[in-house]
């Protein structure tokens, strides 16, 4: 389905988009508003939450650094620039949240959980450098697209550990589509482009998976 959208027309690609980190994004997935994250429980759900996003986008270079150095579109690379400062504010926002929540919460198959994330952090990563025309700039405008719906968690976790919370300075979500559509200059751009982007969400669903599934596992020890 995605792929014949994509193969419609270029201009298409900002609905494709925006639909595919609608539906499969960090937006639809259950964990970030479920009942796990209100309460008592939720001080070490968010801790949890806090330390594992960081662990696959807190440290330099990430997606966007990576992608700045592959992405040769004008417009593309201007987006780049503008996306690169406000994400680097958002990994110090990580390090602050780490820092005040605390020690990892103790869950049963830990060095497992660090692994899968290191291997997403190392698939994005890849992604990120695709010399593929379009999947480097798919990835970075996933990034900044399906953030905000990560950001709101990280919000939540900032006001239950007393850290004040940051303005986000990343391009819109207009302007980030505009970007897209700007970018896909012929139907095989535009399918890498697509590429990027679904690939990206797919490690972000994952590491909400393995966030769930931790929190089970804490609850039922």
């Known amino acids: 389905m995605a792929s014949q959208a994509i193969d419609r027309q270029p201009t298409g690609v900002a609905e494709l988009l925006s639909g595919m980190v609608a539906k499969e994004g960090s937006a639809s997935h259950p964990y970030p508003i479920s009942p796990a994250l209100d309460g008592d429980p939720a001080v070490r759900n968010l801790a949890d939450i806090a330390h594992f996003i960081c662990l696959l986008h807190g440290r330099y270079p990430g997606v ?26 958002e990994r110090s926002y990580l390090t602050r949240l780490v820092v005040a929540a605390g020690p990892l919460p103790s869950t049963l198959g830990q ?8 291997n997403q952090s190392h698939a994005l990563a890849t992604l990120a450098q695709s010399e593929r025309n379009g999947t480097a700039i798919g990835a970075a405008i996933a ?56 690939q990206l969400l797919v490690q972000h669903r994952g590491l909400w998976d393995l966030l769930e599934s931790r929190e089970s596992a804490r609850r039922n020890a």
């Not at 201007?78 to 996306?83: D, M, P, Q, V």
């Not at 060095?111 to 290191?118: C, D, G, H, K, M």
């Not at 976790?157 to 980030?176: C, K, M, N, Y």
């Open 64 to 89: 966007i650094d990576h992608a700045a150095a592959r992405v040769v579109h004008p417009t593309a690379r201007n987006f780049i620039y503008r996306a690169a400062p406000g994400f680097a504010a």
């Open 111 to 118: 060095s497992q959980s660090e692994a899968a994330v290191s």
């Open 143 to 198: 990034l900044v697209l399906d953030w905000r719906p990560i950001r709101r968690v990280l919000d939540v976790a900032a006001q239950r550990f007393g850290i004040q919370v940051p303005p986000l300075d990343l391009p819109g979500v207009s302007e980030t589509l505009a970007i897209a559509a700007e970018t896909a200059e012929t139907p095989a751009i535009e399918r890498a482009l697509g590429f990027g982007a679904q």
